[in-house]
């Protein structure tokens, strides 16, 4: 578990939280579905398990680390690092948070203290946030923790039923000042 402040943490999720995930997921539908793929396909617990499943071997393999995020004892949202390359040393952030507890700075805190561990205790060297062009709040998150936008990539993914441009974010170690 790491601590972020009194009221907030993030943990890793157990197989038990299945439920949990998939509700929060199911509340939070029209709020992620724009910019999360996979939110049409969470249809039940079971895929909550399974994707709890799958992060915990991913864990094992140390290429992902996924963290729930608790604020004042409750799941809220979730972040984590992803595609970890320990060759090159660097990875990938993302993150995601139920509707209600937008606009707090939420986000941004969790977001600082996965920075500082996976600078610290994975050894990082560079991290990137990748997020829609549209995603305008993704952005203020990466912004905010002081990473440089490199880049747009110009329709690179289809949502639904249109090709969307995301926009690049990366932070090196030696930039970062926690």
Sequence with gaps: MLIVSDDLQLRMRKIEDATRVFEL??????????WLLWVDATTSPLHSKKYIEECLVDFEKKTKVDFGIWYKGELVGSVGVFDIDATHRNAEIGYWLDQDCTGRGIMTQCVKRLIDYAFQELDLHRIRIRCASGNIQSGQVAERLGFTLEGVTRDSHWMYDK????????????EWKS
């Design 25 to 34: 997921v199911d509340k939070n539908r029209a709020h992620l579905r724009p």
């Design 163 to 174: 090709f969307m441009d995301d926009k690049i974010y990366g932070l090196l170690r030696s």
